[in-house]
Nanobody, 123 residues
Framework: QVELVESGGGLVQAGGSLRLSCAQS????????MGWFRQAPGKQREFVAA????????YYSDSVRGRFTISRDNALHTAALQMNNLKDEDTAVYYC????????????????WGQGTQVTVSS
């Protein structure tokens, strides 16, 4: 069983940066692709970024490409989302997710989810 715990959310001014972390407990972290999703109030959950199990393939939504960077440290069983040049529209609860068989933007194929961490961007 894979458990995920996010951290690093908070309040930041527009243009600022935050780094989210996702810690995985369980075995075989290096077998899982990792993804980040977010959900703003009144909106559906949306894909943000994903990274293959070996870190060789990264995917981003158009809205964050060039501003956000997904990474992972398989030795530490962690994944991260570096968020730069934050905008008001980035305000949401951010979730990390793990998939044993898929890397990409479709949330249905992720097997485990964290509880989420709030990111609030003020202008």
């Amino acid at each position: 069983q894979v458990e995920l715990v996010e951290s690093g959310g908070g309040l930041v001014q527009a243009g600022g940066s935050l780094r989210l972390s996702c810690a995985q407990s369980g075995r075989a972290f290096n077998r899982y692709a990792m993804g980040w999703f977010r959900q703003a109030p009144g909106k559906q959950r949306e894909f943000v970024a994903a990274l293959s199990n070996n870190g060789g393939g990264a995917y981003y939504s158009d809205s964050v490409r060039g501003r956000f960077t997904i990474s992972r440290d398989n030795a530490l069983h962690t994944a991260a989302l570096q968020m730069n040049n934050l905008k008001d529209e980035d305000t949401a609860v951010y979730y990390c997710a793990a998939s044993s068989s898929y890397v990409g933007r479709n949330a249905e194929y992720y097997d485990a989810w964290g509880q989420g961490t709030q990111v609030t961007v003020s202008s």
